[in-house]
């Protein structure tokens, strides 16, 4: 017998012509859809017609209006979770086996719409035709995979011991309610599909509230889901600032709430989510990650993988890699690869095939990277700033160059602040021991990776390093790409809440609480 074909991910589908030429179609028909006005669902009718809406733009072009969509006010909220509490009832107690069906369909409807929901991603938040052909289909393995961890477990349904003679004990887990989910920009689809689906197939009931600058991707969503058989009730989906909705979203009759975003936010919903009484609060909240090269790594593929994490999508990814730390015998000639490395990575309009980088999300991101830039250069070296084409169409959007800088002092804010921009710090070490040391002194503990091509170093960096996803050798990414049911994204220390990881085998146990019912006959 032969290999199993290989999976659908980031990797497999860059040389697939197919999966390019089906994107490049879609984009042509995805384009001619733009800058309609769309309702939120509440009980599955539309609302919000009427009110004053708010653009969804570009990236690319702020010209370019992608969608309009309602400013979801506290009523709205309310509406939906008084919604969502109706139909819990009927959903929770549904088959477990139906609503495993149900989430399977959609999985499906997904990966056959693959192509149009990349394109609609790369014009929605600039993401490259690979990125976004990824996030498309990591969306349906994560439903598939969430699928099977219910199937696995029987529906989380096991007989325990038993003490007296005609006693009879199980452990069920059962769903809480209501979940708030609150999906953010950079995984649009994924995220999203991830932390609804996870809810959903484990009975509860969900509020979605997309990020407001990828609400049209969360519509298409919201909308895959229920046509697969997801009863209106079930899904509800509301559009607007998470500043302003954020008041809303901690009203006391959610039962859970589940958010990807920045450790400021996610910290505060922690704190004040479950103030009546203890409530699951599964948060992820990003990470400043560091890549550690030692004398014994193959310089040319360490450049590659740190480049690759550090620039892929603009640097916009909670596991983006954003310090590496390299024996100082290979530093120089580390450096020398990585600026080669990051200089082949082409920045331009993130429809085109040949493009890497396309825009940062806003003009907000690209302010912060500049401030970041200015200081970088007064405070340390430039070792590495990339440039964007002379062309005019760039100036339309929030396009900036990816940046390398060493020589910062260790306690620089550069060093330890999650920027979610193309900036990479770079220092010499003169051991294994204190990269690792250096790599865990940070507040955040997400992903992680190092490049050796010894055994024991390997041993000792999986040892002793503070993350929760770690990588070794990684040509691809040094810290990025995790895949349902292969890597487990688990954030350690301020990137996490709950010890448990998305595309990881004990997530949607996490939306469920046990009851011990014991019967004597």
């Known amino acids: 017998m032969g290999d199993p074909p290989a999976k659908v991910t980031y990797v497999t589908l860059a040389s697939n012509e197919e999966a390019n030429a089906a994107f490049e179609e879609a984009a042509r028909v995805v384009r001619t859809e733009l800058g309609e006005t769309h309702p ?34 506290a009523g709205d909220v309310a509406r939906a979770i008084d919604g969502a509490k109706a139909a819990f009832p009927a959903w929770s107690r549904r088959p477990w086996r ?39 289909e990591e969306s349906a393995d994560l439903l598939r995979y969430y699928c ?54 484990a009975g509860n009931t969900v509020v979605l509230k997309p990020s407001s600058e990828a609400p049209l991707t969360g519509l298409r969503l919201y909308e895959i889901l229920t046509e697969a058989g ?16 954020a008041g809303a979203f901690l009203d006391p009759r959610f039962d ?30 990003g990470g ?5 090269v030692t004398r014994r790594a193959g310089i040319e593929k360490a450049a590659q993988g740190v480049a690759r994490s550090a620039f892929g999508y603009g640097g916009q990814k909670c596991s983006a890699c954003s310090r590496v730390f390299v024996e100082q015998p290979i530093y120089s000639d580390f450096l020398d690869a990585l600026r080669a490395a990051a ?3 082409a920045i331009g309009d993130p429809l085109e095939r040949g493009t890497y980088m396309g825009p940062l999300i806003s003009g907000k991101a690209a302010a912060t990277h500049a401030r970041a830039v200015d200081e970088a250069r007064r405070d340390g070296r430039i070792v590495f700033e990339g440039k964007i084409p002379a062309d005019e169409r760039f100036a339309r959007g929030h396009f900036v160059a990816p940046v390398i800088v060493d020589r910062l002092p260790d306690d620089h804010r550069l060093w330890r602040e999650e920027l979610f921009t193309p900036l990479l710090c770079a220092a010499p070490v003169g051991s294994l021991d204190e990269a690792i040391a250096r790599a865990n002194d940070t507040e955040y503990g997400l992903t992680a990776g190092i490049f050796s091509e010894d055994e024991d170093e390997l041993t000792r960096f999986f040892d002793g390093i503070e993350a929760g996803v770690t990588y070794a050798n990684r040509r691809t990414g040094a810290t990025t790409g995790a895949w349902p049911g292969v890597q487990s994204f688990c ?25 011990s019912r014991t019967i004597v006959r």
């Open 40 to 73: 939120n669902f509440i009980d599955g009718i539309p609302v919000g017609y009427g009110r004053s809406p708010f653009d969804d733009v570009s990236p690319t072009d702020t010209a370019l209006v992608v969608g309009r969509f309602p400013r979801a006010g």
């Open 98 to 136: 139906e609503r495993v069906a149900i989430l399977r369909a959609a999985a499906e409807t997904i990966s056959a719409r693959r192509a149009e929901l990349a394109a609609l991603m790369t014009i929605e938040v600039g993401k490259n035709r690979l990125e976004a052909m990824g996030d498309a």
């Open 148 to 201: 099977a961890q219910i199937e696995e477990a029987d529906g989380y349904d096991r007989r325990m011991g038993r003490i007296l003679p005609g006693e009879e004990t199980r452990s069920v887990l059962r769903p809480y309610g209501v979940f708030a989910v609150v999906s953010p920009f950079n995984f649009p689809m994924a995220l999203a599909a991830g932390m609804a689906g996870g809810a959903l197939v």
């Open 230 to 245: 997801v009863p209106a009730g079930a899904l509800q989906f509301v559009t607007g600032s998470g500043g302003e909705l």
């Open 256 to 285: 859970g709430i589940v958010f990807t975003g920045s450790k400021a936010v996610g910290l505060d919903l922690h704190k004040r989510f479950g103030a009546s009484y203890p409530k699951p609060v599964i948060v992820e909240m």
């Open 288 to 292: 400043k990650n560091p890549a550690i």
């Open 343 to 345: 200089s082949a990575l």
């Open 491 to 515: 954030g350690w220390k301020a990137s996490g809440s709950t010890g448990k990881g998305g595309c990881g085998p004990y997530y949607v146990a996490q939306f469920l609480r046990e009851q």
